[in-house]
């Protein structure tokens, strides 16, 4: 369903209560979707000196419904001092339905700002269902901002193919001073738009979890968040400069010359065996690269999202090879010669004697 | 002859102790460590972020854990939502004390203001009050830096309101599949002079105030549930937010905000009794300390003197404290008596004491750290705390 929700601290919520609450929501909107979004509407405090638009976080999330994954854009910012004189924030979220997530561009949706509210006035209130949003716009695709921020618009590939193959979620740590938003349009850009919703996206550190959908935050160095984290963090990736960017040629060559997203591949036959997910007892096993043993998932690939990496499920694929397929002919062949062995020994133990 | 010291001297430890996070009961033997090697990040409860934790089976010779990669570990975490707490709790029992109260009340500024004048004039407060451990109660520090540790003091400041959500009052956790969220407390080793009783631990929880509002309490988010452990409970009440307070006070009524706090008490009182499997009828056995806050604005209609203190002989004075209660119940009693009423329907035990944590009215951006002179800040926690059993104040019947 599409709807929106505004959550802040108001005198009274559309709902009840006072303070952080709902404001205003699509009315008929399901109770337990309310609160779910709702839930999403924290902000955390940024670095010292960090301006409203640093501490803006912009983000699209997946929430697990009884009904299913539904996905949830967001922008939640500052918004002045609330009726009590305290600083208060503005969460505003958009609900979207399957089309819209079809048609879409997650990065495209957060940058659009005519889109998000600043500010709520007036009493609380139910909203009309929100108009479908418009279609992805069509890009040249070239990472320009990462080019004039690392040199080589290469270095978008890399951070982007790194990011996708973690199961928990990634952390692209930026220097000061970039636009983080930039960066992340041309980032999701990069990628076929049937895989933009494979992921969440954010502008300021979201945990990582082991949430069904995992979230790529592109965020400061100078958040509190990152200063705390663990220095050798598997999901925070630095981009490098001066070192020639490692990704896939296609991706590569998409981030520097704007090229159009590489073809699907022909999908080999597969065989599917899962395997229960255990607890990561080593850092390999929630590390960017580890997170799936059947290799790392092809970011340009646009193959069934099912078959990707799961963290909870991890879906092994093997592929039928022609070797292994000879190996278990001959397996079987064996097999049945020493039952045939067996028997006739058994058959030579009953009768034995009687031939005198 | 003394021997050479191999081992270190047996500890006692408490026979069973709570998480203060999700207040689960378990023995210290079932406490589990916190991974130290880097290599060990990710654990499927506390997080992807957390270091992995272990039930560990190979100590060295000072009692810490090795963990599965070699390194000592020697932080704790509870064995069902995997989140850290202070060693100390091993060793000295720990009193939970709620802190409770409306949006907007005032319960940040009340804890930072108390926790930075119990620092600062533990002596004269009659109690010695610690981090228990300094990095779990980072986010008080933070506070009490912003007011009272300000670089530049005229330069106005203001606490961020308490977030529902995230942030770094909570913490969310993934319990048999399904997330649920945890409040993170502050924790504090505290001592009082004068009276032989150990060192014990005080655990304070600084939700915010929608938290206690009506239906705000259910297992997703079960972040008020230390109320139904807590020894004593101090509910901040900001008088200015009720409109006859105010008329008894003489306030302006302007375009105050206002709030029904009574129904926050009931409300919180109806939780201390299902958690603690209370009938509906009976009186909530714990001890509750009103914080009328904002006293610099009402107190003199109370014929209250914030300048007078509450402590004498380096303690604090229960005959003071006596007095003040009953100046403002009285105006309580003529300005908000459905409050009243709500309160001696559901406590026996109340005792209400004025504060002020800022001392001076904040202004459009906030309030200038130069201007903040605390008033009875502490005094609230102080009762609280002095009232439990083997206190200065234990047996106190205002």
Same mark, same amino acid.
């Given at each position: 369903?599409?709807?929106?929700?505004?959550?802040?601290? =108001?005198?009274?919520?559309?709902?009840?209560?006072?303070?952080?609450?709902?404001?205003?929501?699509?009315?008929?909107?399901?109770?337990?979707? =309310?609160?779910?979004?709702?839930?999403?509407?924290?902000?955390?405090?940024?670095?010292?000196?960090?301006? @409203?638009?640093?501490?803006?976080?912009?983000?699209?999330?997946?929430?697990?419904?009884?009904?299913?994954?539904?996905?949830?854009?967001?922008?939640?910012?500052?918004?002045?001092?609330?009726?009590?004189?305290?600083?208060?924030?503005?969460?505003?979220?958009?609900?979207? @339905?399957?089309?819209?997530?079809?048609?879409?561009?997650?990065?495209?949706?957060?940058?659009?700002?005519?889109?998000?509210?600043?500010?709520?006035?007036?009493?609380?209130?139910?909203? @009309?269902?929100?108009?479908?949003?418009?279609?992805?716009?069509?890009?040249?695709?070239?990472?320009?901002?990462?080019?004039?921020?690392?040199?080589?618009?290469?270095?978008?590939?890399?951070?982007?193919?790194?990011?996708?193959?973690?199961?928990?979620?990634?952390?692209?740590?930026?220097?000061? +001073?970039?636009?983080?938003?930039?960066?992340?349009?041309?980032?999701?850009?990069?990628?076929?738009?049937?895989?933009?919703?494979?992921?969440?996206?954010?502008?300021?550190?979201? #945990?990582?979890?082991?949430?069904?959908?995992?979230?790529?935050?592109?965020?400061?160095?100078?958040?509190?968040?990152?200063?705390?984290?663990?220095?050798?963090?598997?999901?925070?990736?630095?981009?490098?400069?001066? *070192?020639?960017?490692?990704?896939?040629?296609?991706?590569?060559?998409?981030?520097?010359?704007?090229? *159009?997203?590489?073809?699907?591949?022909?999908?080999?036959?597969?065989?599917?065996?899962?395997?229960?997910?255990?607890?990561?007892?080593?850092?390999?096993?929630?590390?960017?690269?580890?997170?799936?043993?059947?290799?790392?998932?092809?970011?340009?690939?646009?193959?069934?999202?099912?078959?990707?990496?799961?963290?909870?499920?991890?879906?092994?694929?093997?592929?039928?090879?022609?070797?292994?397929?000879?190996?278990?002919?001959?397996?079987?062949?064996?097999?049945?010669?020493?039952?045939?062995?067996?028997?006739?020994?058994?058959?030579?133990?009953?009768?034995?004697?009687?031939?005198? | 002859?003394?021997?050479?010291?191999?081992?270190?001297?047996?500890?006692?430890?408490?026979?069973?102790?709570?998480?203060?996070?999700?207040?689960?009961?378990?023995?210290?033997?079932?406490?589990?460590?916190?991974?130290?090697?880097?290599?060990?990040? +990710? @654990?499927?409860?506390?997080?992807?972020?957390?270091?992995?934790?272990?039930?560990?089976? !190979?100590?060295?010779?000072? +009692?810490?854990?090795?963990?599965?990669?070699?390194?000592?570990?020697?932080?704790?975490?509870?064995? #069902?939502?995997?989140?850290?707490?202070?060693?100390?709790?091993?060793? %000295?029992?720990?009193?939970?004390?709620?802190?409770?109260?409306?949006?907007?009340?005032?319960?940040?500024?009340?804890?930072?203001?108390?926790?930075?004048?119990?620092?600062?004039?533990?002596?004269?407060?009659?109690?010695?009050?610690?981090?228990?451990?300094?990095?779990?109660?980072?986010?008080?520090?933070?506070?009490?830096?912003?007011?009272?540790?300000?670089?530049?003091?005229?330069?106005?400041?203001?606490?961020?309101?308490?977030?529902?959500?995230?942030?770094?009052?909570?913490?969310?956790?993934?319990?048999?599949?399904?997330?649920?969220?945890?409040?993170?407390?502050?924790?504090?080793?505290?001592?009082?002079?004068?009276?032989?009783?150990?060192?014990?631990?005080?655990?304070?929880?600084?939700?915010?105030?929608?938290?206690?509002?009506?239906?705000?309490?259910?297992?997703?988010?079960?972040?008020? #549930?230390?109320?139904?452990?807590?020894?004593?409970?101090?509910? %901040?009440?900001?008088?200015?937010?009720?409109?006859?307070?105010?008329?008894?006070?003489?306030?302006?009524?302007?375009?105050?905000?206002?709030? !029904?706090?009574?129904?926050?008490?009931?409300?919180?009182?109806?939780?201390?009794?299902?958690?603690?499997?209370?009938?509906?009828?009976?009186?909530?056995?714990?001890?509750?300390?009103?914080?009328?806050?904002?006293?610099?604005?009402?107190?003199?209609?109370?014929?209250?003197?914030?300048?007078? *203190?509450?402590?004498?002989?380096?303690?604090?004075?229960?005959?003071?404290?006596?007095?003040?209660?009953?100046?403002?119940?009285?105006?309580?009693?003529?300005?908000?008596?459905?409050?009243?009423?709500?309160?001696?329907?559901?406590?026996?035990?109340?005792?209400?004491?004025?504060?002020?944590?800022?001392?001076?009215?904040?202004?459009?951006?906030?309030? !200038?750290?130069?201007?903040?002179?605390?008033?009875?800040?502490?005094?609230?926690?102080?009762?609280?705390?002095?009232?439990?059993?083997?206190?200065?104040? *234990?047996?106190?019947?205002?």
């Amino acid at each position: 369903m599409r709807a929106e929700v505004i959550h802040t601290s =108001v005198r009274r919520g559309l709902d009840g209560g006072t303070g952080f609450a709902v404001a205003a929501r699509t009315g008929g909107m399901p109770r337990v979707l =309310v609160e779910s979004v709702s839930a999403l509407s924290g902000l955390t405090e940024a670095w010292s000196g960090a301006s @409203d638009w640093d501490r803006t976080l912009r983000a699209t999330r997946a929430v697990s419904m009884p009904a299913g994954v539904q996905w949830v854009a967001s922008v939640i910012r500052p918004s002045g001092m609330d009726h009590t004189g305290r600083g208060n924030r503005l969460a505003h979220h958009r609900v979207l @339905d399957a089309d819209e997530v079809e048609r879409c561009d997650p990065a495209q949706l957060l940058c659009d700002h005519e889109r998000w509210m600043a500010s709520f006035s007036g009493e609380p209130r139910e909203l @009309d269902v929100p108009a479908p949003l418009p279609g992805a716009q069509a890009t040249s695709g070239a990472a320009n901002a990462w080019k004039s921020a690392f040199g080589d618009a290469g270095v978008a590939a890399e951070m982007l193919e790194r990011a996708f193959q973690s199961g928990v979620g990634a952390w692209i740590v930026l220097p000061a +001073g970039v636009d983080r938003l930039q960066l992340l349009r041309e980032m999701v850009a990069l990628l076929p738009p049937a895989n933009r919703w494979k992921r969440g996206w954010s502008t300021r550190p979201l #945990r990582p979890s082991a949430d069904p959908v995992p979230v790529i935050c592109v965020v400061d160095e100078r958040e509190p968040e990152v200063q705390k984290a663990p220095v050798n963090a598997a999901w925070m990736l630095r981009p490098r400069s001066g *070192e020639a960017p490692r990704a896939s040629e296609a991706l590569l060559r998409r981030a520097r010359e704007g090229a *159009e997203p590489a073809a699907p591949k022909p999908v080999e036959p597969l065989r599917a065996a899962t395997v229960s997910w255990a607890p990561p007892a080593r850092l390999e096993a929630a590390a960017p690269g580890h997170a799936s043993r059947g290799g790392s998932p092809d970011v340009m690939s646009v193959a069934d999202a099912s078959q990707e990496t799961n963290p909870i499920r991890v879906e092994l694929e093997v592929p039928l090879r022609r070797g292994s397929s000879i190996f278990w002919r001959v397996m079987k062949t064996v097999l049945w010669l020493g039952v045939a062995v067996m028997l006739c020994a058994v058959a030579l133990w009953l009768f034995r004697g009687q031939g005198t | 002859m003394h021997g050479i010291p191999i081992f270190e001297p047996a500890r006692d430890l408490v026979r069973r102790l709570h998480c203060p996070h999700c207040w689960q009961g378990f023995a210290p033997s079932d406490a589990l460590f916190v991974s130290e090697d880097p290599r060990l990040l +990710g @654990d499927p409860v506390a997080g992807a972020d957390e270091p992995l934790r272990f039930l560990p089976s !190979r100590f060295d010779l000072t +009692g810490a854990a090795i963990d599965p990669e070699g390194a000592r570990c020697t932080r704790l975490a509870c064995p #069902r939502c995997r989140q850290e707490f202070p060693r100390a709790m091993l060793e %000295v029992p720990a009193s939970i004390v709620s802190v409770v109260g409306a949006p907007g009340a005032g319960k940040s500024h009340l804890l930072a203001s108390a926790a930075w004048s119990l620092r600062r004039e533990g002596v004269r407060l009659g109690i010695e009050m610690t981090d228990a451990e300094p990095r779990l109660n980072a986010r008080l520090h933070e506070a009490e830096n912003l007011l009272f540790a300000s670089a530049d003091p005229q330069r106005a400041v203001k606490l961020a309101k308490t977030e529902t959500a995230g942030g770094g009052g909570y913490r969310a956790v993934r319990l048999d599949g399904r997330d649920e969220t945890v409040p993170v407390p502050f924790i504090f080793a505290v001592r009082s002079h004068g009276v032989q009783r150990a060192e014990r631990l005080l655990v304070l929880y600084d939700n915010a105030g929608e938290h206690f509002m009506p239906g705000a309490d259910d297992a997703m988010r079960p972040v008020t #549930r230390h109320l139904g452990r807590s020894e004593g409970v101090v509910f %901040v009440l900001d008088p200015t937010q009720d409109p006859g307070f105010r008329r008894a006070a003489g306030l302006p009524e302007g375009n105050a905000v206002t709030s !029904r706090q009574d129904l926050v008490l009931a409300e919180m009182a109806s939780r201390i009794r299902h958690h603690r499997g209370r009938r509906t009828d009976e009186a909530c056995d714990v001890p509750l300390v009103i914080a009328m806050a904002k006293a610099d604005l009402w107190a003199k209609a109370a014929g209250v003197s914030l300048h007078e *203190e509450p402590y004498e002989g380096g303690g604090i004075s229960a005959a003071r404290l006596r007095a003040a209660h009953q100046a403002c119940m009285a105006l309580a009693q003529r300005g908000s008596p459905e409050f009243v009423a709500a309160l001696r329907a559901a406590f026996g035990r109340v005792l209400m004491v004025p504060c002020s944590s800022l001392g001076a009215a904040g202004e459009v951006d906030g309030v !200038r750290p130069a201007q903040i002179q605390p008033r009875w800040a502490a005094a609230p926690f102080v009762a609280a705390f002095e009232w439990l059993p083997g206190g200065r104040l *234990e047996g106190l019947q205002p």
